[in-house]
């Protein structure tokens, strides 16, 4: 779990690190409806992922205590 959030993480981080280098220089009514349409939901996406993960996480660690 901790790979999968991890590596989901660092992609997210670098799609959006280029996405802020591309608005330095595009900054128009196309490149804000990107942002709206699909990088805005993007980021609200990754964030729930990476609470569901480490819930899950939280979880499997509780479960496999009970059963040790």
């Known amino acids: 779990m901790v790979t999968a959030k991890a590596q989901l993480t660092k992609a997210t981080k670098k799609l959006l690190l280029k996405w802020d280098d591309a608005n330095e220089h595009w900054d128009d009514t196309v490149s804000r409806s ?35």
Do not use: F, T, Y
């Open 34 to 68: 990107i942002e709206k349409k699909h990088i805005d939901p993007l980021r609200a996406s990754v964030r729930s992922a990476i609470a569901a993960m480490d819930n899950m996480g939280e979880l499997l660690s509780r479960a496999e205590q009970e059963c040790s």
